[in-house]
């Protein structure tokens, strides 16, 4: 039953879907006709309004048309006017360029005309110069004739002339500069140091150490000696000298560089001299031995400290302070050199004051400037150079390690300091009584002096005066002129700088005279 009624609904609804289709159709072709009809409708009012647009551009064409014509032909016009103003200059132009044409033309010719005239002047110009020169060549030959010598002789002759002249100017005025009298620096410098030499007051003896050490009488050698000599071997090793018996064997030798173990050595034989058991055994006298260098150690240490507290500077580094106190132990040409040190820093202190300079750097530089000497037997060179070497590695300044080692100008002077030292050493070395020499090297000096100076050519005599510090020399007159004699002396001196060590310095007198001797009767 239900079933039926179903499939009846069904039927219904199929019914309705069918008539809805067709009732749509019928709908959609009527729309289709309508859309027909608009767009047919459109079409013709394109079409219409095409038309009517091309006609519209036809005539605004042929408008545009009619207007660029009349200006391109307005254009043409002011063309054609400007093309003709062209043409008018070209044709002035090329008027201008031939009458230039013309002118170049005619200036050639001058200019050609000219040359011809310049090569007719030239070659005058050369025949005049060969007449001239024919002329001169007859004018030299004249004058050599009327001369008696050619024109090179005559030159040189001239030549010759005007060398002696230079010669002759240049000794005059070596000469003039050796008599001239002293500059204001010279004369200033000799007042400071005049100054500082009559306000010090110090010591004017010398020492010298003792080299052979006679024994007490009554002493026998191997009471001092020891057996084999074992004590002399035992205080050599540490003292570092070498002891030996003399031959006659009542006294010992000291040999050795060092001043300080000459010292020791000698205090050493002194004890044992006194006390004779005490050289009974050597390996005691070694043990006193190194007490008594112990001992000088702290002297040594004693006597550096003395020498600062005696300037009124502070102390140095110990090792330099040590350096300064061995100085009383080591001499130069007999001077001490610890008590020359202490001297040369009063000086160069007082010439410091005098200059405005610092009292303290000039007394330190002063004091120090020989600290090399005490290291000289165990290095090798300058003492200068190993003093200034020491003084800059233990904290000097670089004032002080200067003048150090320029004071034998083995570096340059750096500061006025360094001149002032190098014064004050040798002010205190050169003082009357400061140094002496023996007998046989005094005149081993003066006679080396007089062999270097006699060695040269042109000497007739040499004299050595002032106790060796001036040569005198005497040349022959035709054979040394005055600038020979001038560089004589220079020459003189430098090989006597070169082969001799002196104190001091010597001075190289060359003596030209000339003499003329006639008879009378």
């Known amino acids: 039953m239900w079933l039926g009624a179903v499939m009846g609904l069904f039927f219904v609804v199929a019914a309705g879907v069918l008539l809805g289709k067709r009732i749509a159709l019928r709908e959609a072709e009527a729309w289709s006709a309508g859309v027909r009809h608009v767009a047919d409708a459109i079409r ?33 016009q002011v063309r054609e006017a400007e093309l003709e103003t062209i043409k008018g200059r ?11 044409a013309d002118r170049l033309g005619a200036a050639r010719a001058t200019a050609e005309a000219q ?46 002339a005007e060398l002696e002249d230079a010669r002759m ?23 400071v140091m005049g100054i500082a030499v009559g306000r010090f007051s110090g010591h004017y003896l010398t020492e010298r150490l003792h080299a052979i050490i006679p024994m007490l009488p009554g002493l026998t050698p191997e009471a001092v000696a020891g057996p084999g000599d074992a004590n002399l071997q035992a205080i050599g090793g540490v003292a570092g000298v070498t002891l030996s018996l003399v031959e006659a064997r009542d006294a010992v030798r000291l040999e050795g560089l060092d001043g300080v173990g000459r010292e020791v050595a000698r205090r050493c034989l002194a004890r044992i001299m006194r006390n004779p058991r005490l050289g009974a055994d050597p390996a005691e006298v070694e043990r006193g031995a190194r007490e008594i260098s112990k001992q000088l150690e702290v002297e040594l240490d004693d006597l550096g400290r003395r020498a600062f507290r005696a300037l009124e500077i502070p102390p140095a580094h110990a090792e330099i302070v040590r350096l300064v106190g061995r100085l009383n132990y080591r001499t130069s040409y007999t001077q001490n050199q610890w008590k020359h040190a202490i001297e040369a820093g009063f000086l160069c202190g007082m010439m410091a004051e005098e200059l405005d300079l610092d009292l ?37 300044s670089e004032l002080v390690a200067n003048a150090i080692g320029a004071h034998h100008t083995d570096e340059p002077f750096n500061s006025p300091y360094a001149y002032l030292v190098a014064a004050a050493d040798a002010m205190s070395g050169a003082r009357p009584g400061a140094r002496r020499q023996l007998d046989e090297s005094y005149s081993s000096r003066l006679e080396d002096l007089e062999r270097i100076t006699r060695g040269f050519r042109g000497i007739t005599e040499a004299y050595a005066v002032q106790g060796g510090r001036e040569v005198r020399i005497y040349v022959q007159e035709d054979r040394v002129d005055d600038l020979g004699a001038v560089d004589l002396s220079s020459a003189i001196a430098k090989k006597i700088s070169q082969e001799m060590r002196f104190p001091g310095q010597i001075r190289v007198t060359v003596i030209r005279e000339f003499k003329a001797t006639e008879v009378a009767g």
């Open 44 to 76: 013709a009012a394109g079409a219409a309004e095409s038309q009517e647009t091309l006609r519209g551009g036809e005539i605004a064409g042929r408008e545009e048309g009619r207007a660029r014509v009349s200006a391109f032909e307005a254009f043409c």
């Open 90 to 100: 070209l044709e002035r132009r090329e008027a201008d360029l031939l009458a230039a």
């Open 115 to 160: 040359k011809q005239h310049a090569l007719a002047l030239e070659a005058e110009v050369a025949r005049q110069r060969e007449e001239v020169a024919e002329l001169q060549r007859g004018a030299r030959a004249a004058l050599e004739r009327e001369a008696g010598e050619t024109a090179e002789e005559a030159r040189a002759a001239l030549v010759d």
């Open 169 to 191: 100017h240049a000794a005059q005025t070596v000469r003039a500069a050796d008599h001239a009298p002293v500059d204001e620096a010279s004369r200033s410098a000799k007042r």
């Open 360 to 396: 303290k750097v000039a007394r330190r530089a002063a004091l120090m400037h020989d600290i090399g000497k005490a290291l000289t037997h165990e290095l090798d060179g300058s003492h200068a150079v190993i003093g200034a070497d020491y003084a800059r590695r233990l904290g000097e």
